[in-house]
């Protein structure tokens, strides 16, 4: 690689599924989830600083609400590499103006990589040879590159990759053409999807020259990207919500996949705590837990004071943080957001979100 990757975190969501403990202040990249005391966007930052190379290539993307926050939790980030957006609007506007600001200071030749602020990395060092292999695609070809996960199970929740041909060799790891993209199909389809040993998971990863995405935009998004040129964050209030996949990559034919083999979450939900952390054999736990007779649960609480107690339960999550402790079955969790907007709902508890 000629050149350092210009790394950049997104870091606007809210991760409400991690409620209570992630909330409008404090959302899920702020956490420490593994009980390391390091918050998954420090851990984030701290594993893409050497493809960057130094702080001043490494940019973060946020919202209005949480950028002090993000300056916080990361104090040596330039503040001009740091982007407020004024409202959210989902991944394609972050992507689009991100690689604008980027172009002005870098040109259009600058390799970038986006990367959500909350996943989780097994192994750091085929991560980083896998971003380098991708920068030299991008660096060469007109690629827009993105990292597929090997799915472990049909997964319903996650967008597929469908490989296509096999384009090249990268450091002995191979990239392949992208035939297509799918987003969240139903279990019987995930099924047939991995019986064909072709598919991916999305991984929210991509790599690729300014010029060569600010060009794809301009061809497939005008609605995102000309707004935008002309106005930059003051755009923000005409721009529709859209992801970059809709908008991008489901459009584009520069896009290629590299399998990805170096262990991945993207910790969408508590039930994740399984795959971080390693439990006593019956239950999984952060923070003091007594119980009888009791298996398969997840526990949490973010004071070392206060202990939970059970008896008998199986495959629940109980979670206690400040005033709030949350208990929902596993096979619930994803219904945290309908009980949040039931308290957004009433005024009296507006202070728990």
Same mark, same amino acid.
Do not use: C
């Given at each position: 690689?000629?050149?350092?990757?210009?790394?950049?975190?997104?870091?606007?969501?809210?991760?409400?599924?991690?409620?209570?403990?992630?909330?409008?202040?404090?959302?899920?990249?702020?956490?420490?989830?593994?009980?390391?005391?390091?918050?998954?966007?420090?851990?984030?930052?701290?594993?893409?600083?050497?493809?960057?190379?130094?702080?001043?290539?490494?940019?973060?993307?946020?919202?209005?609400?949480?950028?002090?926050?993000?300056?916080?939790?990361?104090?040596?980030?330039?503040?001009?590499?740091?982007?407020?957006?004024?409202?959210?609007?989902?991944?394609?506007?972050?992507?689009?103006?991100?690689?604008?600001?980027?172009?002005?200071?870098?040109?259009?030749?600058?390799?970038?990589?986006?990367?959500?602020?909350?996943?989780?990395?097994?192994?750091?060092?085929?991560?980083?040879?896998?971003?380098?292999?991708?920068?030299?695609?991008?660096?060469?070809?007109?690629?827009?590159?993105?990292?597929?996960?090997?799915?472990?199970?049909?997964?319903?929740?996650?967008?597929?990759?469908?490989?296509?041909?096999?384009?090249?060799?990268?450091?002995?790891?191979?990239?392949?053409?992208?035939?297509?993209?799918?987003?969240?199909?139903?279990?019987?389809?995930?099924?047939?999807?991995?019986?064909?040993?072709?598919?991916?998971?999305?991984?929210?990863?991509? =790599?690729? &020259?300014?010029?060569? %995405?600010?060009?794809?935009?301009? @061809?497939?998004?005008? $609605?995102? /990207? #000309?707004? *935008?040129?002309?106005?930059?964050?003051?755009?923000?209030?005409?721009?529709?919500?859209?992801?970059?996949?809709?908008?991008?990559?489901?459009?584009?034919?520069?896009?290629?996949?590299?399998?990805?083999?170096?262990?991945?979450?993207?910790?969408?939900?508590?039930?994740?705590?399984?795959?971080?952390?390693?439990?006593?054999?019956?239950?999984?736990?952060?923070?003091?837990?007594?119980?009888?007779?009791?298996?398969?649960?997840?526990?949490?609480?973010?004071?070392?004071?206060?202990?939970?107690?059970?008896?008998?339960?199986?495959?629940?999550? =109980?979670? &206690?943080?400040?005033? %709030?402790?949350?208990?929902?079955? @596993?096979?619930?969790? $994803?219904? /945290? #957001?309908? *009980?949040?907007?039931?308290?957004?709902?009433?005024?009296?508890?507006?202070?728990?979100?």
């Amino acid at each position: 690689m000629t050149q350092p990757l210009i790394p950049v975190i997104l870091a606007g969501g809210k991760g409400e599924r991690f409620w209570p403990l992630s909330r409008r202040q404090r959302p899920k990249q702020f956490l420490s989830l593994d009980g390391s005391g390091e918050s998954l966007l420090q851990a984030t930052a701290k594993r893409l600083l050497p493809l960057g190379q130094t702080w001043d290539n490494l940019w973060v993307i946020t919202a209005a609400p949480i950028a002090e926050g993000v300056r916080e939790q990361l104090e040596k980030l330039p503040s001009g590499n740091l982007l407020v957006e004024p409202q959210g609007k989902d991944t394609a506007p972050a992507v689009a103006w991100t690689t604008l600001e980027i172009s002005k200071r870098y040109g259009k030749e600058a390799v970038i990589g986006f990367f959500p602020a909350d996943h989780w990395i097994k192994n750091t060092n085929e991560f980083e040879a896998t971003l380098k292999a991708a920068s030299q695609l991008a660096a060469t070809e007109k690629a827009i590159v993105t990292l597929g996960i090997k799915p472990s199970y049909p997964s319903t929740g996650y967008g597929y990759i469908e490989q296509g041909k096999l384009t090249h060799t990268i450091e002995n790891l191979p990239v392949y053409k992208v035939s297509r993209f799918t987003e969240k199909p139903n279990l019987e389809t995930a099924q047939s999807f991995i019986e064909t040993g072709r598919f991916s998971w999305t991984s929210g990863m991509f =790599i690729f &020259r300014a010029g060569v %995405v600010l060009e794809e935009l301009e @061809k497939y998004a005008p $609605q995102v /990207i #000309k707004p *935008l040129q002309e106005k930059g964050e003051a755009a923000y209030g005409e721009l529709e919500k859209n992801s970059i996949d809709y908008a991008l990559m489901e459009k584009t034919q520069l896009t290629y996949v590299l399998p990805a083999n170096f262990g991945w979450d993207d910790l969408g939900d508590w039930n994740s705590l399984e795959r971080l952390i390693e439990g006593d054999g019956d239950n999984t736990e952060l923070g003091n837990h007594v119980t009888l007779d009791s298996k398969g649960n997840i526990i949490y609480s973010s004071n070392n004071d206060d202990v939970i107690a059970t008896i008998g339960l199986e495959d629940v999550v =109980i979670v &206690r943080d400040k005033n %709030v402790t949350l208990v929902v079955p @596993k096979n619930r969790t $994803q219904d /945290i #957001k309908k *009980l949040l907007k039931e308290i957004q709902s009433k005024e009296q508890l507006e202070n728990l979100l």
